[in-house]
């Protein structure tokens, strides 16, 4: 049972470089989230995407970028690493249903990210 | 004020313990709400749905009140694998389905 994988799940950055967070599920869940968790702090959400080439702002999306090209992936791109993004990073993905149906989100295992 | 308010705690309590934790949420038309279970350095996960008749799982029970707006969770003969920081979350169809996830509230179980 994979569920929800994301790599790579520590990465060490220098102030302005690039790189992408990959985040795949393989239970073809419409809805996919990207989650930033700073120490000691609840979740915010980055971007959030409602199915394959759609995706929309959350509250903290600057300095990020999203893609969706197939229902599977999600992938979170880093542009001029900041400091300021240090932080745990989690892809989550759920269905759509109604109550009974659990609309569970499910969670990756999270991704380190330092930048120094 | 924020969609979904948790009391941030900590709460800390000796084994054995019930513990109650209540959270608020803004939007009358919340449809659907959880609670999820967060440990250190770990991703949350779902500890329970909340129904409306309110449900009851081991140690565990959820109440759902509309009328107020709130959510609650119970956690009765706490034990030291119940620490953890423990999420509420509430699903809102605002045009599309909207998750929010309040900001946790800190439990320490102690020995």
């Known amino acids: 049972n994979a569920g929800v994988t994301q790599t790579p799940k520590f990465r060490i950055l220098k102030i302005g470089q690039s790189m992408t967070l990959q985040c795949a599920q393989d239970?073809?869940?419409?809805?996919m989230y990207w989650y930033r968790q700073d120490p000691g702090m609840g979740l915010k959400l980055i971007y959030y995407s409602v199915g394959a080439g759609i995706t929309d702002k959350g509250e903290v999306p600057n300095g990020y970028n999203v893609s969706r090209s197939t229902t599977e992936d999600f992938p979170l791109r880093l542009e001029l690493a900041a400091p300021s993004q240090t932080s745990v990073y989690f892809c989550?993905?759920?269905?759509?249903?109604?109550?009974?149906?659990?609309?569970?989100?499910?969670f990756g295992e999270g991704s380190w990210l330092t930048v120094v | 004020r924020k969609e979904v308010e948790q009391d941030p705690g900590p709460f800390n309590v000796p084994e054995g313990a019930t513990v109650a934790f209540n959270c608020t949420y803004s939007?009358?038309?919340?449809?659907?709400f959880f609670w999820y279970r967060q440990d250190c350095r770990k991703e949350p996960k779902l500890l329970m749905s909340v129904y409306s008749s309110g449900n009851e799982d081991g140690r565990f029970t959820a109440q759902l009140n509309r009328a107020s707006q709130y959510i609650s969770l119970l956690i009765r003969d706490s034990k030291l694998s119940d620490s953890a920081t423990y999420l509420c979350v509430v699903i809102t169809n605002t045009g599309g389905f909207k998750t929010i996830f309040g900001a946790g509230t800190r439990l320490f179980v102690k020995a």
């Open positions: 989550a993905s759920r269905t759509v249903g109604t109550a009974a149906s659990g609309n569970t989100i499910y």
């Open positions: 939007n009358s038309a919340s449809q659907s």
């Open positions: 239970m073809n869940h419409n809805y």
